[in-house]
């Protein structure tokens, strides 16, 4: 297993918040190319590779497919991303990056990339030595290296609650797999509208044993829906990373935190209590929403 995948994230203390005191862990500086749960959800995936080409899935933003090209160029093997909807006549910053990185590039419309049973026969027919990651390496690998990171984590440090941003639901599944009483709460803030992630994580966890049954999602802090940023959210963002140096993806972890900091405000936590963020990464992101919004973000290296 490459070093890579033994980075351990340090913890920055945000400092006491209406009783609480909040602490983040920086998923986002485990690594200059690959940040965030993305590298946890890639690590058993790519245990094994013997050379095989890397298949997985993703949008044109997706920070998926730019963890797996920056893994596959790190760790010099062969990566494939089908992307969804027809090719860009210009490139965005993802992309860019992944062609640069040598990824092969597979373009498939919205309505094939829709219907996964044949989208993944097709592509299993045209690579059928290739190792397959579903969208967003939501899989059982991917949720057992999230959940050993969150086990890594709470055998040095206590907390009450755990807060983190929801895609797909595969983090926080192994999250909760990693914590095994009732004395953590897991608390989800989902990035897309509706309510339907808590079922999802439910048929996760079906499958992990896991007992911990004090985790909720949350989700009315999506702002709009997934992949939406309000000048709100873009100016939260902003003057967080003015006062805590910390830089924020408007997708995820923005909007986890913006949902944190207005909890506290509300004194949804109990006083006295201890609270991890989970910063996820994905600050890659911050380019696409630029390209599509104009909207500028502040910036810390
Ligand atoms: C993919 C991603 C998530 C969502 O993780 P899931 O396991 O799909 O719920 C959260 N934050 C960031 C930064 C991500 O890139």
């Known amino acids: ?34 940040s965030g749960n993305k590298i ?27 963890a797996l090209a920056a893994a596959s160029k790190l760790l010099s093997f062969k990566s494939i991303g089908v ?9 965005g910053y993802t992309l860019q990056f992944a062609k640069n990185v ?9 309505s094939f990339y829709k219907d996964r049973n044949k989208l993944y026969q097709y592509f299993l027919n045209k690579y059928p030595d290739a190792i397959i990651i579903p969208e967003g390496g939501a899989s059982s690998q991917g949720i057992k290296g999230c959940s050993e990171l969150l086990k890594n984590v709470l055998e040095q440090h ?15 599944a192994g999250f909760i797999a990693a914590t095994p009483t009732f004395s953590t709460q897991i608390i989800g803030f989902s990035a897309l509208k509706g309510d339907f992630l808590a079922k999802i994580i439910q048929g996760y966890l079906l499958d992990l044993n896991a007992r911990n049954k004090n985790w909720q999602v949350i989700s009315n802090y999506h702002g709009g829906g997934y992949a939406k940023c309000s000048q709100e959210l873009v100016s939260f963002i ?10 924020l993806d408007p997708i995820y972890t923005g909007k986890t935190v913006y949902g944190v ?12 209590t201890k609270i991890l963020i989970v910063h996820t990464g994905g600050l890659q992101g911050i380019h696409g929403m630029e390209e599509k919004q104009g909207t500028p973000f502040e910036k810390r290296v």
Not at 40 to 46: A, F, P, T, V
Not at 261 to 272: R, Y
Request: charged residues 20%.
């Open 158 to 172: 206590l907390y009450d609650y755990i807060c983190l941003p929801v895609g797909t639901g595969a983090t926080m």
């Open 261 to 272: 900091f207005d909890l506290l405000q509300k004194e949804f936590f109990k006083p006295n």
């Open 238 to 247: 902003n003057q967080f990373t003015r006062k805590f140096d910390i830089m």
């Open 102 to 110: 040598n990824m092969h590039l597979e373009y498939v419309s919205r």
């Open 83 to 91: 992307i969804r909807g027809e090719k860009p006549k210009t490139l």
């Open 1 to 34: 297993m490459h070093a890579l995948f033994d980075l351990h994230p340090t913890i920055d203390s945000l400092g006491n918040h209406h009783g609480c005191q909040v602490d983040i862990l920086r998923g986002d500086i485990l690594h200059p190319a690959i």
């Open 40 to 66: 946890w959800k890639l690590k058993y995936h790519l245990e094994n590779i013997n050379n095989r080409p890397v298949l997985s899935f993703g949008g044109a933003y997706s920070n998926h497919i730019f």
